[in-house]
């Protein structure tokens, strides 16, 4: 096993068990943190038959540690949305703005890896345009999720839908999932391309 994915597991295990420790809301944490643990399991069983770019590995760990963290604390009480809301004078914790751009931002690395190794599409354009729709696709199904949530738990809705109050926090996350995927596109595509080109996934012409 190389030290890449020795790493890997450590720091998710890490924050794993982290996380669980005595969390705001176990019902809460297991809804924002089954996401991660099931997307893990997708990654042992098909390492071998389709292992990823070391990119789209690191990229999915800091996605899982953005849900873990958000799962111990619940969205509205994560202390480094208290520090930017105390820093300059906001009026709600945002961490869960940058869950939701995470939610875009690396899901479109993932949908481009998958796309671009099974020749999905023969146009760039088309393939980029599809998977910024899928990655809106994905965080509108997400509030749906987040809705049928709140309908079947007085309990756990607020915690786990984290609205803070804010009449238009499901358009904002939407919004932001949007923002992160385009902006995962433009940063991440050249780097990406470089390392499918080095670990073999397609052909260097």
Not at 145 to 173: H, K, N, P, R
Not at 177 to 193: I, M, N, Q, Y
Request: include cysteine.
């Amino acid at each position: 096993m190389s030290r890449l994915r020795l790493l890997w597991i450590a720091v998710f295990l890490g924050v794993l068990i982290w996380s669980g420790i005595a969390p705001k809301d176990y019902v809460t944490w297991c809804l924002e943190v089954l996401p991660a643990v099931l997307g893990a399991v997708v990654l042992l069983f098909t390492r071998k038959r389709f292992p990823l770019t070391t990119l789209i590995y690191v990229l999915i760990l800091i996605h899982c540690v953005v849900l873990m963290v958000g799962g111990h604390y619940t969205y509205a009480d994560v202390p480094l949305g208290e520090w930017f809301r105390e820093t300059f004078d906001g009026s709600r914790n945002n961490y869960d703005k940058l869950g939701h751009f995470v939610q875009g931002f690396i899901p479109v690395m993932i949908a481009r890896e998958l796309m671009v190794r099974l020749r999905v599409f023969n146009s760039a354009a088309w393939r980029n345009f599809y998977i910024v729709c899928f990655c809106l696709a994905f965080s509108a199904f997400y509030e749906l999720i987040e809705w049928w949530v709140a309908l079947l738990s007085d309990e756990a809705a607020e915690a786990f839908l984290g609205t803070q109050g804010y009449v238009w926090d499901t358009q904002s996350d939407m919004g932001w999932a949007l923002f992160g995927a385009v902006l995962g596109l433009l940063l991440l595509s050249k780097w990406h391309d470089r390392q499918l080109r080095e670990q073999g996934f397609v052909s260097a012409a």
